[in-house]
């Protein structure tokens, strides 16, 4: 995959000057070399160990001369509470802080750290100076545990880092009668995002330019390679390939000073009559090479595909979450085999921009849905099959009308079980989906787009979206059975 950031940690041993400063610098050596047992290279470590303003300027400019864009304040004691703040402030890119337990209880006295004391008045420090630092469900332990830590906090880091040089390309307003993805883009700035928004005409005019370019041959051949038996409408790739062109060297052309790029795209009404296609493989093909494209112009879409691709460091796929699973298609195909409820299931959908390498199988049709108003020749693009069975994470990033950032996240399974319908399809099931879906997806008013992570990855989710600045009250969660909701009537 490209387009992903990477992410260099330093780590920084902090010691109180009424401590041994060797208690600190020994281990902090004890962890690095924890960390390049278990996860092999890609710490640095900075040696000066901080007691003072002075030693903070020293480690800031040696971190920074090193290329490190992401820090670990390590308190091998009690530490400096005033340098180790101010180094976070100093250093502007995603920090976090941990400390060391103490090593045994034969050498207590002149052995004794107080790292445990030293995180309450780190933490304290931050808050005075408005400064935020990722800080560990439990932040102290031996040289292995603080090693797992700084492994856990690597996708945090990865995420914050991409997003401060990400830039998200758009065209074209959304759809008519399509407020659904409607959001300000207000937060975008907040959180370090640049966003470039196009006409369609300015996208119409570059295909054009790319008619008979030659390196179509070469992109239709690797589209053959792709599909393979699944290459359904061998007479659509050249256009396909066309466009596929004209988005990469866009990107090319735009990004400008950013680093990293997403799309936010249109895909109807008068794109299948203009372009003569629909753009939903090349959709899959970008997202699966770590440029995630969202359909119907979905900004906050992309922004939360290009988080779960960072952290998960694979593709991701949009969907709308989309239908019910049928009583008689359940209880022929579900019921008494995956333990989850019929309203614990339903159909994420979307026409077929999932890559294929998270179909169980793929052919590429014309949009069917489309094709009811349209001549079926201008709605072929799609890349259609069942999504792969295998663990999930739902989630969404999302702006209010009024510009304030919430979120979602949900995790669950897509089920080893035919749809028996169209499109990019699976049957999901995530516990108490039912509940989850009136008391957060409806009661906050999401729109019905959410990106799929394949995978397990709802704890370093949620520390990415309170590390960026969503509030732990908008940041929301398939709560279990007997955890209610605030809207939910307990009486029912």
Known sequence: MNNMPKEKIAVVAVSRDCFPMDLSVSRRKAVIAAYAEKY???????????????????????????????????????????????????FDGPAMIIAAAEETGDNLVGGRGD????????????????????????????????????????????????????KIISFGPRPRDFMACNAPIKQLFNLGVEIEENSELDLFEAFNNHAGDERIP???ADMEAELGAGNKKPEILPKLAQYELTLLD?????KGSREHVVIAGKCWPAF??????????????????????????????????????????????LLDINNTVPADLYQSEIAG?????????????????????????????YQFIMARSLPEEVTQGTLEGDIVPGPITFYRLQSTSDSRLRAYIAQGEVLPVATRSFGGIGIFAIPEMGRFYRHVLI????????????????KTLYEVFKYIGVELSEIDFNRPKGMLYPSENPFA
């Open 40 to 90: 092999g290279e890609g710490l640095y470590e900075c040696p000066v160990c901080i007691e003072n303003e002075i030693d903070m300027r020293k480690a800031l400019a040696d971190v920074k001369a090193a290329g490190c864009n992401a820090l670990v304040v390590y308190l091998g004691n009690f530490g400096p509470e005033t340098p180790e703040t101010l180094l976070i402030k100093e």
């Open 115 to 166: 790292a445990y004391c030293g995180v309450l008045n780190a933490s304290y420090n931050l808050k005075l100076r408005n400064l935020k630092a990722y800080i560990p469900e439990y932040p102290v332990g031996t040289a292995q545990e603080c090693a797992d830590m700084i492994a856990e906090f690597a996708p945090i880091a990865r995420a914050v880092v991409g997003l401060h040089s990400l």
């Open 218 to 220: 070469s992109v239709v």
């Open 250 to 254: 866009w990107i090319e052309e735009h």
């Open 272 to 317: 299948q009559t203009q372009f003569g296609c629909v753009p939903c493989y090349v959709n899959s093909r970008l997202t699966r090479r770590g440029i995630p494209v969202s359909c119907e112009v979905d900004i906050y879409g992309a922004l939360s595909e290009f988080i779960g691709t960072v952290v998960s460091q694979d593709a991701v796929t």
């Open 337 to 365: 085999k995956y333990g989850c409820t019929q309203k614990d299931t339903f159909m994420g959908f979307h026409c077929g921009n999932t890559p294929s390498s998270k179909l169980s199988f793929c052919e590429m049709k």
């Open 443 to 458: 009661e906050k008013n999401y729109p019905h787009h959410g990106a799929v992570a394949f995978g397990h990855y709802g």
